[in-house]
């Protein structure tokens, strides 16, 4: 089973169905995290295969120490909280991860990293299942390896983004920007943090299609 988080707040949860449907199409069963009791962590950590950090709100500043930027908006406290205590645990346990938009810097601030609390020209204006700009993966990565070398056309629905590093996280792509587009720790069974949204380009880029399959093949083996 992989855990998927989701959002939660005036009585309904939500999530974008292609997270379900990605992780379904490469042979994995998705379940969804709706709740964020505190308690409920280490039954998922002793029951997950792997777990999916999903796109979402903004992320609190006090969780890395800064005060908040005004651009920031749409706070879920509790989900911020839980699924920062989740990676933590999840990370100590070697159980693959792949967080996705907000799920990279969530990864990060887990680690004890920081991100840049808004940045501009990275929401894109056409739907999502579109490609925005170029990112460059580096050399002897996971990104690199996924793409062969070559640069990856992505979506870009995010104004936050990464910043320091957090505990043995490496860089794995950036936009021409210099805006970090993935992180993975090489030392873990799969830790990867991906700032663009592969689950709604990996049925027509075949290249998103290789980060899912990744993921389930290190849960496989």
């Not at 709706?34 to 709100?57: M, R, T």
């Not at 004890?112 to 609390?117: A, L």
């Not at 663009?196 to 093949?217: D, N, R």
Request: aromatic letters at 8%; a positive charge.
């Amino acid at each position: 089973m992989i855990f998927i988080t989701a959002n939660n707040e005036h009585n309904n949860f939500s999530i974008n169905k292609n997270y379900c449907n990605a992780i379904s199409d490469f042979g994995q069963v998705p379940v969804l995290i709706s709740n964020y009791k505190l308690e409920l962590i280490d039954k998922i950590i002793c029951v997950a295969d792997g777990i999916l950090f999903s796109g979402g709100p903004d992320i609190h500043a006090k969780f890395f120490n800064q005060s908040l930027h005004p651009k920031v908006n749409n706070i879920n406290i509790k989900r911020d909280k839980f699924e920062i205590e989740l990676c933590k645990k999840a990370v100590k346990k070697n159980i693959p991860i792949l967080g996705i938009c907000r799920g990279i810097q969530i990864i990060n601030v887990a680690l004890g990293g920081n991100i840049f609390q808004h940045i501009s020209n990275h929401m894109q204006n056409i739907p999502r299942d579109l490609v925005w700009h170029n990112i460059n993966p580096i050399c002897k990565t996971k990104i690199f390896n996924m793409s062969n070398g070559k640069n990856i056309k992505v979506n870009s629905l995010h104004h936050q983004a990464v910043n320091v590093l957090g505990k043995d996280l490496i860089i794995s792509a950036k936009a021409n920007d210099g805006t970090i587009e993935a992180i993975e720790n090489p030392n873990k069974k799969f830790l990867v943090g991906v700032q663009w949204h592969p689950e709604c380009l990996y049925k027509i880029y075949s290249v998103h299609a290789q980060i899912f399959k990744m993921f389930a093949q290190a849960i496989a083996n």
